[in-house]
């Protein structure tokens, strides 16, 4: 039996809720269980740590330090709360367990980067990612183009809020065109916002945030032949899949190059956003 912590800002939250009833599903044969749980604040908006502990009948530890010790892997959640995940995370990154960071990872370059050290110096496995990394739209992609190979413009839209939500089509813009994004550029302002980026070799991306919409990407190759795919698939059980095989393995199913693209294509956003029309540079 794994034993998993879960560390949040509060618990009470989607993401908390679901990944431990998915875990706990008996499908997936018994082998991990949310083992304890701690939160550093009471849900604004909701329950209490320690009634979502009894209604999820996960033990409430009483500090990160007695969930790190008790646990053989650790989830950092705090999913809406990213500028929480240094210090939430700054235990666990020393503990040499494998440890998995909710998305968005982070939404500056520096603070992945002290976290990355920090794992590394003491030789942590961790990873972070979006599910929509896992859409099976992307996974069973072989059309023209095929991911990674020959694509020139990937166009990406989804719903909520680029500061929160842009990760996931950042996350399959990654997976699908690969890295190496220079430049950003916000060409649609306001609160629909569209961001462009460069690659300085003839494939650009684009970024666009819609409430009423739903993910999809439109790939293009260097052919012109293209395919529009939107996202209709289950992608969870996939990242929970992924998830669990890594607290098996201690192989993070995500590398760092590409989540450091993903929070500094987040990062360049954010500035393209605040002065649309203008070309800022993607700092890594």
């Not at 002290?114 to 990612?129: D, L």
């Not at 183009?145 to 939500?165: C, E, M, Q, R, W």
């Not at 666009?208 to 790939?219: D, G, K, S, V, Y």
Request: hydrophobic content about 40%; overall charge negative.
């Amino acid at each position: 039996m794994i034993k998993i912590g879960f560390i949040d800002y509060f618990m009470d939250e989607w993401h908390a809720n679901q990944y431990v009833k998915w875990i706990h599903d008996p499908a997936r044969g018994g082998r991990h269980q949310a083992a304890y749980a701690w939160a550093q604040i009471d849900s604004p908006n909701g329950v209490s740590t320690t009634k979502w502990c009894k209604n999820n009948s996960v033990p409430q530890a009483s500090s990160i330090e007695e969930l790190v010790e008790k646990c053989d892997s650790i989830v950092v959640l705090s999913p809406d709360n990213p500028e929480m995940h240094v210090s939430l995370s700054e235990i666990p990154l020393a503990s040499g367990k494998p440890v998995y960071i909710d998305k968005t990872f982070a939404l500056d370059v520096s603070s992945a980067i002290k976290m990355f050290s920090r794992a590394e110096k003491y030789n942590t496995p961790m990873y972070s990612t979006s599910a929509l990394r896992y859409a099976l739209e992307l996974t069973d992609y072989t059309g023209p183009g095929t991911l990674g190979k020959d694509i020139t413009l990937v166009s990406a839209h989804g719903p909520g809020k680029f500061s929160n939500y842009s990760i996931h089509q950042i996350e399959m813009i990654v997976k699908s065109i690969g890295i190496g994004a220079k430049r950003a550029i916000c060409t649609v302002p306001g609160n629909t916002p569209m961001v462009t980026y460069d690659y300085g070799d003839g494939r650009r991306s684009t970024v666009h945030c819609m409430p009423w919409t739903q993910f999809a990407l439109e790939i293009q190759a260097s052919n012109g032949e293209g395919v529009s795919l939107p996202i209709t698939s289950d992608f969870w059980p996939a990242f929970i899949d992924k998830l669990l095989a890594f607290f098996d393995t201690k192989q993070p199913a995500v590398q760092k190059d590409e989540t450091l693209e993903a929070v500094a294509m987040v990062e360049a956003g954010l500035h393209a956003i605040e002065i649309p029309d203008r070309w800022f540079e993607v700092k890594k």
